[in-house]
Nanobody, 115 residues
Framework: QVQLVESGGGLVQAGGSLSLSCAAS????????MSWYCQAPGKQRELVAT???????NYADSVKGRFTIPRDGDKNTVYLQMNSLKPEDTAVYSC?????????WGQGTQVTVSS
């Protein structure tokens, strides 16, 4: 059974940095895509960043130049390096993986940025 386990959320002051990680276990398949989404209170979940198996990346305009999504393909692990954090980045961040024909989600981790 495939599971995504996230870690690294927490509380940080505006301008600070946090790094999230998401590790997929229970499969020998390499994920086609791994992504991070965020959902702030009262808002819809939205895509933050995506990385493909060939390491192509895509970022939401709001995080370009501040966030990066490195990936360890051999371990099906993806990270979200968040720099220059803003209070509006406060949200629950969730990892998503496309493995084979199926989609998997992590449980989410809270990121809170204080002003």
């Amino acid at each position: 059974q495939v599971q995504l386990v996230e870690s690294g959320g927490g509380l940080v002051q505006a301008g600070g940095s946090l790094s999230l990680s998401c590790a997929a276990s229970g499969t020998n398949w390499s994920a086609n895509f791994m992504s991070w989404y965020c959902q702030a209170p009262g808002k819809q979940r939205e895509l933050v960043a995506t990385i493909s198996r060939s390491s192509g990346t895509n970022y939401a305009d709001s995080v370009k130049g501040r966030f990066t999504i490195p990936r360890d393909g051999d371990k099906n692990t993806v990270y979200l390096q968040m720099n220059s954090l803003k209070p509006e980045d406060t949200a629950v961040y969730s990892c998503k993986a496309s493995i084979g024909a199926l989609i998997y989600w992590g449980q989410g981790t809270q990121v809170t940025v204080s002003s």
